[in-house]
C-alpha cells in the first residue's frame, strides 16, 4: 500500500530552528509537496521538491532524498504565525497526490 | 491569483438530505478535485475531473457523486447524507502546465449532517 508517515505534534520557541519529518512509500514517484494549513484554512502551497537535495525559500526550506524516500521542512527563525499543520504529499505514478496525515507545529513564545 | 470558492462555509443537513456543494475557479485550471478531511487522517480524495463532463473516483467516492458542466465549476453531491459523512469538504484545482502542478485549495465546506 502506499504510506506517508509524519509525526503528529511538535513543539518548538519562537525564534528558533525545527525540522518536519516526512517519509514515503508510494507506487511511483512524480515529486513531493510541503503545504501549511492554519487551523480553520485551506492548505497553501509551501514548496515542491522532485529532485534530490535542498530547495530555500526565504525562511522555509526543504530537502529530498529519493533514494530514502525521505524528506523534511525546515523553518527558521519560527514567528508565532507559523503555528499550524504542515502537510507532506507525494505524487504517485498516476499523478495522484498522496497525503500524510499532517503535522500540528506549536509555536511557544 | 488563483481564487478557488466554495459556495459556504458551513453547512447543517439532515440524515437523509441531498446535499450540494459547489466549487469554482477563476484560473482556467482543467484540474479539479474534491477531498475530505478528517483529523487524525490525511485529505483523502473522492473524485477528480481532468476536463469537462470528465470525472474519475478516487479513494472513498461511496456515497458521493460529482459534476462538471462547465470548465471553472465543479460539484460534489451527496445523494443521501449520512452522519458519517459530516466532515471538512475541500475542493482544489491545479494546471497541467508547470513545472510541480500544485494544487490550490479553496477555503473548504464544514459539513455536519445530524
Known amino acids: 500500500g502506499q504510506n506517508i508517515d509524519q509525526p503528529t505534534e511538535m513543539t518548538a520557541t519562537e525564534g528558533a530552528i525545527v525540522q518536519i519529518n516526512c517519509t514515503y512509500q508510494?507506487?511511483?514517484?512524480?515529486?513531493l509537496f510541503w503545504y501549511q494549513q492554519h487551523a480553520g484554512e485551506a492548505p497553501t502551497f509551501l514548496s515542491y521538491?522532485?529532485l534530490d537535495g535542498l530547495e530555500e525559500k526565504g525562511r522555509f526550506s526543504s530537502f529530498l532524498s529519493r533514494s530514502k524516500g525521505y524528506s523534511y521542512l525546515l523553518l527558521k527563525e519560527l514567528q508565532m504565525k507559523d503555528s499550524a499543520s504542515y502537510l507532506c504529499a507525494v505524487m504517485d505514478s498516476n499523478y495522484q497526490l498522496i497525503w500524510g496525515a499532517g503535522t500540528k507545529l506549536i509555536i511557544k513564545p | 491569483d488563483v481564487k478557488v470558492t466554495q459556495s459556504s462555509r458551513y453547512l447543517v443537513k439532515r440524515t437523509g438530505e441531498k446535499v450540494f456543494l459547489e466549487c469554482v475557479q477563476d484560473?482556467?485550471?482543467?484540474?479539479m478535485f474534491w477531498y475530505r478531511q478528517d483529523p487524525g487522517l490525511g485529505l483523502r480524495l473522492i473524485y477528480f475531473s481532468y476536463d469537462v463532463k470528465m470525472k474519475e473516483k478516487g479513494d472513498i467516492p461511496e456515497g458521493y457523486s460529482v459534476s462538471r458542466e462547465k470548465k471553472e465549476r465543479f460539484s460534489l453531491i451527496l445523494e443521501s447524507a449520512s452522519t458519517n459523512q459530516t466532515s471538512m469538504y475541500l475542493c482544489?484545482?491545479?494546471?497541467?502546465?508547470?513545472?510541480?502542478?500544485?494544487?490550490?485549495f479553496g477555503p473548504g465546506t464544514r459539513l455536519t449532517v445530524l
Open positions: 508510494t507506487s511511483g514517484f512524480n515529486g
Open positions: 484560473m482556467d485550471h482543467e484540474n
Open positions: 482544489a484545482s491545479s494546471s497541467l502546465a508547470g513545472e510541480s502542478n500544485e494544487q490550490f
Open positions: 521538491n522532485v
